[in-house]
């Protein structure tokens, strides 16, 4: 059997229709979207055409889309730009953001003395919106409210459409990393209350070092990185052209198939959540795993066992790709932050396993083959 590759929430493989367009884009379009020529107009326009397709999928408008390298940078931009433009004083997030959000915390916490307010967090991950609001009523300076969409760990999916409400109502700014959900979960920004938006293309079978910002008209910033006048002033450098194409059009395709991949994934992730509860006594798992959850993640906290230790090793020794992140103590392994925070036992190992269209019931078997072996359970002869 080939390599079964359940790490789709670290990254996804590029689809041939994207890696075919974004060759023809490097063999064909070689132009400097800024120069005035006939090839450097012919890149222009095709960055405009992408941009099109992204504020199209997100129903903003073509102005409020810019394109960054990525997740990292777009999340970067949005807070520390809002900090040092937009009088922001206090900012409100929670313990589980990716690192690029609560390492950028920290950064403005400490070289700006501004306020960061982490929000405790349910059991399995949920925003408590009683405490949002809580929080932000308790203040009256101006506030960014920073909230992931769903967690990359773990899955659990935040209410943007009720955070947007509270932002609103105590005329707060909202940000939202929405890397893991863009292109699976509809986003239509015109609904929402919501000033910035992250979103990176490869999560969803699209290129790395490619992503945007989505920055709420209303709400203007200064260039986080200072240069050229590309991307109406917002962010200097030459536009990497091929990556901008194969993002669009990963964008496309994830919402051409959404409905149907989500139904297949879902579908993937409950035989496996059933097979996993069938065959290994005491399991649990981290984050939501129902409704509230995103469909391509699956945090399983495995009861503790001797071969914890090793358990990624040795799935990958069987030709599986998952990822950690544990409570561990020790000091040996660096442990997840989202895990600890969830206040769970310590003694679980959490292991995510994340999905995509290409995977199959028969890889969920076998993995479940090669579980069943690790952990020494009798396979019924
Ligand atoms: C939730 C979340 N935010 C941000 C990022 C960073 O995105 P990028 O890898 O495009 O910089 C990731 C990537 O792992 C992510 O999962």
Do not use: W
Not at 303 to 324: F, Q, R, T, V, W
Request: aromatic share 6%; hydrophobic share 35%; glycine share 8%.
């Amino acid at each position: 059997m080939n390599r079964i590759y359940l790490d789709n929430a670290a990254t996804t493989h590029i689809d041939q229709e994207v890696i075919d367009i974004m060759v023809d884009v490097m063999q064909t379009h070689y132009g400097n979207p800024s120069s005035i020529h006939t090839e450097g107009r012919k890149a222009r326009a095709l960055i405009e055409v992408a941009r099109k397709s992204v504020a199209n999928a997100l129903n903003a408008s073509i102005s409020e889309i810019y394109f960054t390298s990525g997740g990292t940078e777009s999340n970067n931009t949005a807070l520390k730009c809002a900090v040092r433009d937009l009088n922001i004083k206090r900012i409100i997030s929670t313990k589980f953001e990716h690192h690029c959000v609560s390492h950028s915390l920290s950064h403005i916490q400490r070289h700006q003395g501004i306020e960061v307010v982490l929000l405790d967090n349910c059991e399995k991950g949920n925003i408590d919106l009683a405490q949002l609001e809580e929080s932000l009523a308790s203040g009256n300076t101006k506030t960014l409210v920073s909230i992931m969409h769903a967690n990359n760990e773990i899955g659990t999916i935040s209410d943007m459409k009720a955070i947007g409400e509270l932002c609103r109502q105590y005329n707060a700014i909202y940000h939202s990393d929405t890397v893991q959900t863009i292109g699976h979960l509809p986003i239509d920004v015109s609904q929402l209350n919501i000033h910035f938006l992250s979103g990176a293309a490869h999560k969803i079978h699209g290129p790395k070092g490619t992503g945007f910002l989505y920055i709420n008209s209303d709400n203007l910033i200064e260039p986080f990185i200072d240069g050229g006048s590309q991307e109406k002033n917002m962010r200097g450098g030459t536009e990497n052209l091929h990556g901008i194409v194969g993002m669009a059009k990963s964008l496309e395709l994830a919402y051409q198939h959404m409905d149907e991949r989500k139904t297949y994934i879902t579908e993937l992730k409950n035989y496996f959540i059933e097979q996993l509860k069938n065959n290994i006594p005491n399991i649990d798992f981290n984050g939501e795993i129902g409704e509230n959850s995103l469909y391509t993640v699956l945090n399983v906290a495995f009861p503790e066992h001797p071969k914890n230790e090793m358990l990624l090793m040795n799935l990958d020794i069987n030709g599986i790709s998952a990822s950690g992140g544990s409570a561990c103590t020790s000091g040996a392994e660096k442990g997840s932050h989202v895990i600890a925070a969830l206040n769970k036992d310590t003694f679980r190992k959490a292991v995510r396993f994340s999905f995509s269209h290409h995977n199959t019931f028969e890889e969920i078997d076998y993995v479940m083959q090669k579980l069943k072996m690790i952990y020494g359970i009798e396979v019924p002869a």
